[in-house]
């Protein structure tokens, strides 16, 4: 759920980047209104014009394996923690390592991947993410041990942030405004839909008894089967986003007006089945500055050109430098009052909730599996599965695996069908209130829910501590994870409208990274705390979700931000 709903949230970031508050587009192009129709058109009036249909619902259709590859990605491990115990010698220390890699890399990949974008092209970059992260999810696939395993996880996350974060942006830009909000809530179903196939893919491919030596040297068992599926949906992104088109915004704003309107008479011509030269729109015009630079600010425009407006002069590249230094320079207000002081806020609040709903959530497989396996074991003492027994049971199972490898890992391992079902109930409930939180947050507000739903998860993640069986815990997480997915929506639901406009995608985009920091961070150190006691994780989780709802109530209301 916190994957999905840190794509869900990245839909919402996209929509509100793409118009301004006023629900205008926030495009930077010069304005054509009131000119005649073979004047020089701005981007929105020319993607208008190229239509919706048959390549919109292409895009539709590549958003659905590039979404999975991206929730794929990050959440595999947690369902491989219980079958794979055996297999590479676990401790409960490298369980939570599992969890965490893939989130080293996305945070030290977060920079690189935006400035390949905004240079290379967003096409380019998916293309070449979506193959690199299959190559990881492969190598994953085929590894022997721990080392190799947390090795290709984290590669994996290093790759597939790139093409995550670009798609929506990519998205967006094929569309026009009357589309763009549509779309993404389409495709944040998209990605709510794609944390239920995880359990299900792992229900019909980890009871298989699939173990044997591939080229003489390689152990291959069930839980690589389930890693080598999760490769296709980063390989099918890959082969289809290749044929796809470059995003003309992205043209438009290199000065490569022509290849921009050769890619939106593309589109017109599916769309509509008309010849491309029938598209209405005949030249673009040279993108400028939507406002002035401030004083000792560098702004980088398309030089103009004497005689054709609408056709860019060649002009030489920015190097690296030259872009870091212009980069820094628009980054300057953010260092000062008063964005400096509410940027900090958020960034702490959203490592706070993204450390204590995907630690619960990444770990919510491993304990139902430990559950079902102790019931199973003690059926016929009656034994509770209270929440601290399980622990226990998890921690000392977990020991003797080590201890008595030999004995205890002579019979294949098996998960209980309980496990399965449990977690695809929680995935569903989280599911269910994506589709209600648009609502909720219309009737009591977007700063009201996040407080009231941080309050909400503070307390059901230290309310099952006394989880006293299966169905209780069940019940307290399903509701932790779905509340506190939906707290993440209105968090970054905030920061898109309390920040200026041109700084709201990076602060969105350090945002997520703070919040990824985050996951990290819990997913290492809860396993620390259950091998001290059965309270500390549970403290943990529930403290900085009650820090987060504190926080939030210093938190501007967006209705009336003043940083718009």
């Given at each position: 759920m916190s994957e999905k709903n840190n794509e869900s949230d990245n839909c919402e970031k996209a929509i509100d980047i793409e118009t301004d508050t006023d629900g205008n587009s926030s495009s930077t192009a010069v304005?054509?209104?009131?000119?005649?129709?073979?004047?020089?058109?701005?981007?929105?009036?020319?993607?208008?014009?190229?239509?919706?249909?048959?390549?919109?619902?292409?895009?539709?259709?590549?958003a659905v394996p590039a979404t999975c590859a991206n929730m794929f990605e990050s959440s595999t491990m947690s369902y491989i923690l219980p079958i794979a115990e055996c297999d590479l010698h676990l401790t409960l220390t490298d369980k939570g390592v599992l969890?965490?890699?893939?989130?080293?890399?996305?945070?030290?990949?977060?920079?690189?991947?935006?400035?390949?974008?905004?240079?290379?092209?967003?096409?380019?970059?998916?293309?070449?993410?979506?193959?690199?992260?299959?190559?990881?999810?492969?190598?994953?696939?085929?590894?022997q041990n721990f080392i190799m395993l947390v090795t290709f996880k984290f590669l994996g996350g290093l790759m597939v942030n790139g093409p995550a974060a670009v798609l929506f942006t990519y998205l967006t830009e094929m569309h026009g405004p009357k589309h763009r909000s549509y779309v993404l809530m389409v495709v944040g179903m998209i990605t709510s839909a794609s944390t239920l196939l995880l359990p299900m893919l792992a229900w019909g491919i980890f009871p298989r008894p699939w173990d044997f030596v591939l080229f003489g040297g390689l152990d291959i068992h069930s839980w690589q089967f389930f890693l080598l599926v999760c490769a296709f949906p980063s390989l099918i992104s890959g082969l289809v986003l290749y044929s796809m088109p470059e995003s003309p915004r992205f043209l438009m704003s290199q000065g490569r007006n022509k290849e921009a309107l050769e890619m939106l008479q593309r589109i017109y011509h599916i769309n509509t089945g008309k010849p491309k030269d029938t598209y209405p729109i005949k030249s673009l015009v040279l993108e400028v500055p939507s406002r002035d630079a401030h004083e000792n600010e560098v702004v980088y425009t398309i030089e103009e050109k004497t005689g054709d407006k609408t056709e860019p002069v060649k002009r030489q590249p920015r190097t690296l430098l030259e872009s870091l230094r212009a980069g820094m320079l628009q980054m300057k207000p953010m260092f000062h009052k008063p964005l400096l002081g509410l940027a900090l806020h958020c960034y702490t609040m959203q490592f706070c909730i993204f450390l204590g709903m995907n630690t619960i959530r990444l770990w919510l497989p491993q304990l139902f599996a430990s559950m079902a396996e102790y019931e199973a074991q003690y059926a016929d003492e009656g034994g509770s599965a209270t929440m601290c027994t399980i622990l226990e049971y998890s921690v000392n199972k977990t020991t003797e695996t080590l201890t008595n490898h030999e004995n205890v890992c002579a019979v294949?391992?098996?998960v209980s069908m309980d496990m399965y079902i449990n977690n695809i109930i929680v995935s569903f409930c989280g599911l269910v209130g994506y589709f209600f939180a648009g609502a909720i947050n219309k009737l009591i507000g977007a700063k009201r829910l996040l407080t009231y739903g941080l309050?909400?998860?503070?307390?059901?993640?230290?309310?099952l501590y006394w989880s006293i069986n299966s169905l209780t815990t069940i019940i307290i997480s399903s509701a932790f994870v779905t509340v506190s997915g939906v707290a993440v929506s209105s968090l970054l639901g905030a920061v898109v409208a309390l920040f200026p406009t041109q700084l709201r995608s990076l602060i969105v985009a350090i945002a997520m990274m703070f919040g990824r920091l985050g996951a990290l961070s819990g997913n290492l150190l809860f396993p620390v705390f259950i091998q001290i006691g059965c309270v500390p994780p549970f403290v943990m989780v529930a403290s900085v979700m009650l820090l987060a709802a504190v926080l939030s109530i210093f938190v501007?209301?967006?209705?009336?931000?003043?940083?718009t």
């Open positions: 304005a054509t209104i009131g000119s005649p129709e073979d004047a020089p058109a701005d981007f929105d009036k020319a993607i208008v014009a190229s239509g919706f249909g048959r390549f919109n619902l292409i895009l539709l259709f590549v969890n965490a890699c893939a989130y080293a890399g996305m945070i030290i990949s977060a920079i690189p991947w935006g400035y390949l974008s905004d240079t290379k092209g967003r096409r380019k970059v998916l293309v070449c993410g979506y193959f690199l992260t299959c190559i990881c999810v492969l190598g994953s696939a085929l590894s294949p391992k098996t309050l909400v998860s503070g307390v059901l993640g230290f309310a501007p209301n967006p209705k009336k931000a003043a940083f």
